[in-house]
């Protein structure tokens, strides 16, 4: 509580005890001034232990520093609960009532905090409910090369897009089945997961990586597990097939039929011929490829190469990947889309190149 709520408290606390002691005169006896006497003692006693509790520094505790989110939906109770798991409050029943003996549990404030383990209650309150954030905020979407996202990072954050590349290249930050075996642009690609993403002020660029790549962990499921091993597929191969998905669908409605495509050429040993694999080659992205740019000499070029590329093209996001998971037996070949976006698909050479004349000026 504030200066202001102890001068209440106390102020309410001399009240009681001169109208208890004003009593006892009336009743013209001198004994009954001692409960009076007491009362007031033991309120300023509460008051005294309260201000304590919420001013003093938890100096006997082992320094902890622990990043917090506050989001606009959460209540003190929610948030009470994250500081203690974090190991910053003892007590989430004291941090409620400071809230309510202070009246600002309303004002907590949506924001990434550090929050010391050794702060006083006011101190972490006064933080919470500042709004002043101490996180940049970064914002990476889904199907976002490495590229793009150290650009993201660099005009965001004070990691620089050379300091990302870099750490996007070091093969200890990756979990094992993120390893690929052939020769990749960058090794994390396919593995950074797009999202809103708050890291703190300083941190380096390795720590941004790992965030990243920790992401992907948390929503990789172990029921996705098991439905990408009854795929006969790796989790490196499923995620280039969901990258490619990612990049070739622009409405949802599309991605489980293109992937029913992939997983249909696949099986045929059919090339892919995906423009998505042509674009990242050439490091451009087109609405069509004329005949020299899809024999473009790359690895990647799925229109020259049998089979998924080297890795992923892209960092799928959790629809896309999905859509793999999901997607429902067709005897789809081909697609094309339109310029909206829109894809039409195909069992037959013919029907699609219908298709290609009646979708594409």
Not at 23 to 51: D, M, N, T, Y
Not at 152 to 169: D, P, R, S
Not at 232 to 261: H, M, N, P, W
Request: hydrophobic share 40%.
């Amino acid at each position: 509580m504030d200066n202001k709520t102890i001068v209440h408290i106390e102020g309410k606390a001399r009240q009681l005890t001169e109208k208890a002691a004003g009593s006892g005169s009336e009743g013209g006896g001198r004994g009954k001034l001692g409960p009076a006497v007491f009362i007031s003692a033991a309120v300023a006693f509460i008051v005294l232990c309260a201000a304590l509790v919420y001013y003093m520094p938890a100096f006997w505790k082992t320094s902890k520093e622990a990043y917090i989110e506050v989001k606009a939906d959460m209540s003190g109770a929610e948030i009470a609960d994250e500081l203690s798991e974090a190991g910053l409050i003892e007590s989430t029943g004291l941090f409620r009532a400071a809230l309510l003996l202070t009246g600002q549990a309303g004002d907590l404030k949506r924001g990434e905090y550090t929050i010391q383990s050794d702060m006083s209650l006011h101190a972490v309150i006064a933080k919470l409910t500042s709004g002043q954030s101490e996180a940049y905020r970064l914002v990476i979407p889904e199907g976002y090369t490495v590229r793009q996202i150290a650009k993201v990072v660099a005009a965001n954050t004070n990691v620089t897009e050379e300091e990302f590349l870099a750490a996007a290249n070091k093969a200890d930050l990756l979990y094992p089945y993120m390893k690929g075996n052939r020769k990749t642009t960058y090794i994390t690609e396919g593995f950074l997961f797009p999202d809103t993403y708050f890291p703190h002020y300083g941190g380096a660029a390795d720590d941004l990586v790992r965030m990243m790549l920790k992401n992907y962990d948390n929503h990789l499921t172990d029921v996705m597990k098991k439905q990408i091993a009854a795929t006969g597929y790796s989790i490196y191969q499923f995620t280039t097939i969901a990258s490619l998905v990612e990049k070739e669908a622009k409405y949802d409605d599309d991605r489980a039929l293109i992937a029913s495509v992939f997983l249909n050429r696949l099986k045929r040993d059919m090339k892919l011929q995906s423009d998505a694999s042509v674009s990242y080659a050439m490091g451009s992205h087109k609405y069509a490829y004329n005949l020299d740019e899809i024999t473009y000499d790359s690895p990647y070029n799925t229109y020259l190469h049998e089979g998924l590329p080297p890795g992923p093209i892209g960092n799928p996001g959790l629809k896309s990947m999905e859509a793999v998971l999901n997607a429902p037996e067709t005897s789809y070949f081909y697609f094309v889309a339109d310029k909206e976006g829109h894809n039409y698909f195909a069992m037959t050479y013919e029907d699609h190149m219908n298709n290609v004349h009646r979708y594409i000026p």
